[in-house]
């Protein structure tokens, strides 16, 4: 009789497993559709408890807004809040760049004019009310942070099939679509609760967030601190740690001493010049944390009369710089030396390592040789050389390396907004042609949007403007054949490297810190940094630490 | 004594009205606030949109007559970093500035008064050369110096204070249980930063104090008095001190002030959050509206308390109100 009763079970749950992956299977647009590559959410059935307490030290003061995705900016630390609090159709996860969330399948038409999305049954708020395709109608239609005109414009018409099916239709092709809708590059994917929005306001909204995220907002002192309590519906998995702080340190000692004392658990931005001692620490642990690769750009290398228009120039450049030296100062020899200027995590970007492009040579005697062969023999004397904020000591450095070959000029050390808002200027926000401006910029959606910022003619912050690698991109824009867009893409960029129009130095680590509360003991810990190209270390739902 | 009051409050409310003009030009000349939340490559639209949110697609008139209309109203407007209003922020804490002020105020005062009241009475004595080099280190050791050797060997080596905030205790306004119990909260997290703070300035104290004392005590009153047999106990307590308190006590207040409106590198390393802070990421972010709102609110306390002093030495001094 058991064993009956047994075989039934198992006979019952053999039809169910195909039964429900059928029924989330199921199209839900007609026609040839587009190959997705988007992996499976990992849900773990057992329900766990959750406990301790994870304090974060981030590394500048926390904005209110950070909790409010209608309102998303590109900055990229706005996605830890999103990844605590809110929750997306698809998202950046460990297994994959496109993990399903809220949604458990995703269709694409094969002529980019149509998406759909099949959430999952029994999605909820926070505040208990249901998760429904109406409130991802309504955050679509309200979404107006960065990007928002983007998809303003190409939407046709969003058809709410039924509480778990909508469909988005586009006016032209929209290729993008999935990447940009993926939590990790935009805000506009991650829904907001239409019932509790707009009756609380945006001020309201951000004073005290509702979303479906894995944390439920508890409070928050802007500036300085929020605290989020997990939330044991969340449907992939309790979140294992109970309470996360998160506060605002922005000076870098503090954040050190923090972990030393152990009233921090995670800090970010570690490195410099305390990372030695973080790295001496045997109570703290440490992750590279690679984010984007440092390198130098030429504003007003087009100008005839610029020193830096002659490419042997910018390659005499290229060759004066000791990388490794400048690595072993910087990050203790952790960040690679790199041929590329864009982050090898994108997936359209070729490696700098030897691989597609070359490990930059470090050459005195021949850069002079190849400076020799220009108008400049014997060097000459440039306006500013600009770096990223606050990294002088780097720039100093590099002004060092230059001056052996003759290449003499002066740091120009603006504070952040300055710098910020030349940098979004473009050439125009250096003026004059004998600058050399080093930059970083870990910019989510791939090499694409590293290019399409900075390589061309049409950008804002254009610092490279060439006929023919605007007809490149007007190219990869007016294609719809994915596998042509991408060799048009590492076209350009073989260009912009192999023509010293940008120089590449070293893979930069971002390195963050824990100290010994932080679970599982050992390296073990480093599983927290898997998510591809993200900057901070989620999801946060598996995040455990000592109770 | 009405006139006076009202001619003192008219000028109270002309410096007031030119810090609020000052502080509205002078934000607006340090760059655009949107191509920072922008960044490199942001879309016209994008920023046209945040502009528009944050009131700069108007003329310069047209702002300035809005945020002048908003201020009368109590309104300070938004945040631009921290994206909720400016005087709920401040408000928030204000309270915070208000604990580490007093206390590095009381931390200065007890350090820098007895110090130099020593000093002046065994002048070009060991004491008095002990009370000379404090009040050097004081004035020359800067406070984040102290902060970080105070962090090294209390928080980090020993580990008997916290280094970071000021502790889970909160004042809220909304809940009057806060107000007195606040205070009295948290006190581990409270002394490093306010010995800090209080540390540079009690070497002004000393150096005050000292000087007050030694022109009162070659004073020929003091000479009487003890001409007169009077002990010297009484001398000191009763005759010298009180007298030489009036500049002491003039340096104190304005010290006080300083401490709770711009303890900025303090408040910066120990993550203090009190209105210093707000003040230097308003500055480092280009939030015209919070660094406008903080420097308001400092000016006005300023302006206040003159008031008030002015209206005070104008009751107490008959020959103060009739001379203006």
Redesign the interface.
């Given at each position: 009789m058991i064993k009956g009763l047994l075989a039934l079970v198992a006979a019952l749950a053999l039809c169910a497993t195909p039964f429900g992956d059928a029924a989330a299977q199921k199209p839900i647009l007609s026609g040839p559709l587009a190959k997705l590559d988007i992996k499976p959410a990992q849900i773990e059935g057992k329900k766990g408890t959750p406990k301790g307490t994870l304090t974060i030290?981030q590394h500048f003061?926390l904005?209110?807004?950070w909790l409010?995705p209608l309102?998303h900016?590109?900055?990229l630390t706005m996605q830890t809040y999103d990844y605590l609090v809110h929750d997306a159709l698809i998202k950046p996860m460990p297994q994959g760049e496109f993990t399903y969330s809220l949604a458990e399948h995703a269709e694409l038409t094969a002529d980019f004019r149509k998406a759909a999305f099949r959430l999952r049954p029994g999605l909820k708020f926070h505040d208990g009310q249901p998760l429904t395709t109406a409130d991802v109608k309504w955050t679509y239609e309200n979404f107006?942070?960065?990007?928002?005109?983007?998809f303003r414009d190409k939407i046709e018409h969003i058809q709410v099939v039924d509480d778990r099916t909508i469909i988005f239709q586009f006016k032209q092709p929209f290729l993008e679509f999935m990447e940009m809708y993926s939590g990790g590059v935009s805000g506009i994917g991650w829904v907001i609760p239409m019932h509790y929005y707009p009756k609380v306001g945006r001020?309201g909204f951000?004073?005290k967030p509702v979303g479906a995220g894995p944390y439920k907002f508890v409070s928050q002192?802007?500036?300085?601190?929020m605290v989020f309590e997990a939330w044991e519906d969340y449907w992939r998995k309790t979140p294992a740690t109970k309470t996360i702080v998160v506060?605002?340190?922005?000076?870098t000692?503090?954040r050190l001493?923090?972990l030393?004392?152990g009233?921090?658990d995670l800090a970010f931005g570690m490195t410099g010049k305390l990372l030695p001692r973080v790295m001496s620490d045997k109570n703290l642990r440490w992750v590279p944390n690679f984010t984007s690769v440092w390198w130098l750009m030429f504003p007003g290398y087009n100008e005839p009369e610029s020193p830096f228009h002659d490419k042997r120039v910018r390659q005499a450049v290229s060759l004066a710089i000791n990388r490794h030296f400048l690595s072993k100062q910087e990050s203790q020899s952790i960040g690679p030396v790199w041929g590329n200027w864009i982050s090898p995590e994108n997936r359209d970007a070729l490696k700098g390592d030897g691989k597609d492009l070359p490990v930059p040579e470090f050459n005195v005697e021949k850069a002079k040789q190849v400076l020799a062969q220009t108008k400049f023999p014997n060097g000459f004397e440039f306006d500013w050389y600009v770096p990223f904020v606050p990294y002088f000591d780097m720039a100093e450095r590099i002004i060092t390396d230059l001056r052996a070959i003759g290449i003499r000029g002066k740091v120009q050390s603006l504070?952040?907004?300055?710098f910020?808002?030349k940098?979004?200027?473009?050439r125009k926000g250096f003026p004059g042609n004998r600058t050399i401006v080093q930059n970083i910029?870990p910019r989510p959606g791939g090499a694409k949007a590293n290019i399409?910022?900075?390589a061309t003619c049409g950008?804002?912050?254009s610092m490279v403007c060439e006929p023919h690698i605007d007809e490149l991109w007007a190219k990869h824009q007016s294609s719809t054949n994915p596998a042509e867009r991408d060799r048009v893409i590492k076209q350009i960029q073989r260009i912009l490297i192999e023509d010293y129009y940008f120089v590449p130095i070293y893979w930069n680590p971002f390195v963050h810190a824990v100290g010994p509360k932080v679970l599982p003991e050992g390296k073990g810990f480093t599983r927290y940094w898997d998510t591809l190209h993200a900057p901070y270390p989620w999801p946060w739902e598996d995040w455990e630490v000592k109770g | 004594m009405r006139r006076y009051i009202l001619t003192r409050a008219l000028y109270s409310l002309i410096t007031l009205w030119l810090l609020v003009t000052i502080i509205f030009a002078m934000v607006r000349l340090t760059g655009d606030p949107v191509k920072m939340r922008g960044e490199v490559g942001a879309d016209a639209t994008y920023e046209a949109q945040i502009r528009r949110d944050w009131g700069l697609d108007k003329s310069l008139p047209a702002q300035y007559v809005s945020f002048m209309w908003n201020l009368v109203r109590g309104d300070f407007g938004h945040s631009f970093e921290k994206s909720l209003p400016v005087g709920t922020i401040y408000f928030e804490r204000f309270p915070n500035s208000l604990k580490l002020g007093f206390a590095a105020f009381v931390i200065s005062m007890l350090l820098g008064v007895p110090l130099g009241m020593l000093s002046a009475l065994k002048v070009n004595t060991g004491w008095d050369n002990v009370g000379k080099a404090i009040a050097l280190l004081g004035l020359s050791i800067p406070g984040f110096f102290v902060g970080l050797v105070l962090i090294i060997i209390f928080g980090v080596q020993a580990g008997w204070l916290p280094v970071i905030g000021k502790g889970p205790s909160a004042f809220v306004w909304s809940d009057p249980s806060t107000w007195v119990t606040f205070w009295f909260q948290d006190w581990s997290y409270l002394a490093m930063p306010a010995f800090a703070l209080g540390w540079y300035f009690s070497g002004a104290m000393v150096r005050i104090t000292r000087s007050g004392m030694l022109d009162v005590l070659g004073s020929d009153y003091i000479k009487l008095v003890r001409l007169k047999g009077v002990p010297e106990r009484m001398v000191m307590v009763k005759h010298a001190l009180k007298n030489c308190m009036i500049p002491v006590l003039t340096l104190a207040g304005l010290n006080l002030l300083v401490m709770v409106n711009v303890a900025v590198v303090i408040e910066v390393i120990f993550n203090w959050p009190g209105v210093g802070q707000l003040l230097y990421d308003g500055l480092s972010n280009r939030d015209f509206p919070m660094v406008q709102g903080v420097v308001i609110m400092s000016g006005l306390f300023i302006v206040v308390l003159n008031f008030v002093i002015d209206a005070l030495y104008g009751c107490v001094d008959p020959r103060i109100r009739l001379s203006r």
């Open positions: 030290a003061a904005d209110p807004g409010d309102e900016s590109y900055v107006k942070g960065a990007y928002a005109k983007l001020d951000k004073a002192q802007a500036g300085v601190q506060k605002g340190i922005r000076d000692a503090a001493a923090g030393q004392t009233e921090l504070e952040g907004p300055g910020r808002a940098m979004a200027q473009g910029d399409g910022v900075y950008s804002p912050g | -």
